[in-house]
């Protein structure tokens, strides 16, 4: 292992960036034992219907638009730490009263509650462990961390379809339970020796937290790189509904499926994701050792690349009427985007002033919401109008100005560079 836990404080440095792993592992441990059968769970427990299905994914977006920015505010002017506690326990809380109370409204109402906790993580998270370590440092650590989540997420994924064979609410509210024992834990043992709040007699002053705002905002707009990155996230989102909420419905209706003898079809999306995680893990693992410490340029070159074959991918994948050629193309796609998100988080983070780090990071996750809330009903409408595949090929369409970008970007780097 690459010895980048190792800071200028020596111990703390190393404590953090174990606190930094395992809490990745078990986050994604957690939130996969829900989301593996999350679905089934409210088509037959709940009686969702389609649009109520698209409607709990709008409540959770509208939330993380609504609160994206101020919780990063707030993790600029107290602390990196607490904000992620508090996001982690709402996310708990969040998962368990959707699995006690199988009601549509109350459902909706808790999927906005879990859109305000990942906000408080988002943005505070990967701000947290770069004022530990360093910002070289974290950007190896976004790499080894993606890693250690698909690990988690892998044995997450067995766990939510094994306790869905007891009873398809147990996996919702065990999710949930595990995240509680997580945030009790992170009050223990994580530190914050790195972080610098602002001055105590400032922090409870809500013109001080709009002056973050407007500083991170700055920030922004007065670095093209920075103003390129988030305008990506905007892209990212509005592709991305298309793809994550009818990929399943594809596989069913347009690409026969292998039989499993007497197992239930659906078992194949258990496989899949299993899958994708596993060639994740090795995509990261790759991405590094060759960019873990990587300058700009490679960095862009690599985002380019990798968003062209996901565009591909997106697209092979909605016209593909085999098994054998959806699949590679979905699972293409899913190492794809493992790769481009520690890739995209340490770019973006690079060179940042402390006093904004949150608040910037948050914006990119505001735009990514933003577009997932543009772009999700329209692709979705375009579905049952026409067909899955066109609104699959529309998602792909929706990614095509990414390309631009990061091409835009690429010069941009190499110019600055010369």
Request: aromatic share 8%; with cysteine.
């Amino acid at each position: 292992m690459t010895p980048i836990a190792t800071s200028p404080d020596g111990q703390r440095g190393r404590t953090a960036y174990r606190v930094y792993l395992a809490a990745n592992a078990a986050t994604f441990f957690a939130l996969h034992t829900v989301y593996t059968m999350a679905a089934v769970y409210y088509v037959r427990v709940v009686g969702m219907s389609p649009l109520q299905l698209v409607l709990v994914g709008t409540a959770l977006e509208v939330g993380y638009f609504a609160f994206e920015v101020p919780t990063g505010v707030v993790a600029d002017a107290y602390s990196r730490k607490w904000s992620v506690i508090a996001g982690t326990a709402l996310l708990g809380a969040g998962f368990i009263v959707q699995g006690v109370v199988p009601v549509f409204a109350v459902i909706a109402a808790a999927e906005m509650v879990k859109g305000v906790a990942h906000t408080f993580i988002s943005g505070s998270w990967e701000a947290w462990i770069a004022d530990e370590i360093g910002e070289e440092r974290a950007r190896r650590a976004y790499l080894r961390g993606a890693q250690f989540s698909t690990l988690g997420g892998l044995g997450g994924t067995l766990a939510g379809a094994g306790l869905a064979t007891l009873r398809l609410d147990l996996p919702i509210v065990t999710g949930g339970c595990l995240m509680l024992v997580l945030a009790a834990g992170l009050v223990l043992l994580m530190p914050e020796h790195g972080f610098r709040p602002a001055p105590r007699e400032e922090r409870g002053s809500w013109a001080q937290m709009a002056h973050i705002a407007r500083k991170g905002l700055r920030v922004v707009r007065g670095r093209p790189v920075l103003t390129g990155l988030v305008a990506v996230t905007f892209v990212e989102g509005a592709f991305s509904e298309g793809l994550d909420r009818l990929w399943e419905a594809h596989l069913l209706t347009n690409v026969s499926l292998p039989s499993l003898g007497s197992v239930d079809s659906v078992f194949w999306f258990g496989l899949i994701n299993a899958a994708g995680m596993v060639l994740s893990l090795a995509g990261t693992e790759v991405a590094r050792r060759r960019l873990g410490g990587a300058g700009q340029r490679p960095t862009a070159r690599a985002l380019l690349v990798l968003t062209v074959v996901l565009t591909a991918s997106v697209a092979v994948f909605g016209l593909a009427r085999s098994f054998a050629l959806a699949l590679t193309a979905r699972l293409a796609a899913s190492v794809c985007r493992a790769v481009m998100d520690p890739l995209y988080v340490g770019w973006l983070n690079r060179d940042l002033d402390p006093s904004v780090r949150a608040t910037v990071i948050s914006m990119g996750g505001q735009a990514n919401a933003l577009g997932q809330i543009a772009g999700g009903p329209a692709v979705g409408a375009l579905g049952s109008a026409l067909s899955l595949r066109a609104a699959l090929l529309a998602s792909a369409a929706l990614l095509t100005p990414a390309v631009a970008i990061y091409a835009r970007l690429q010069r941009l780097v190499r110019e600055v560079s010369v």
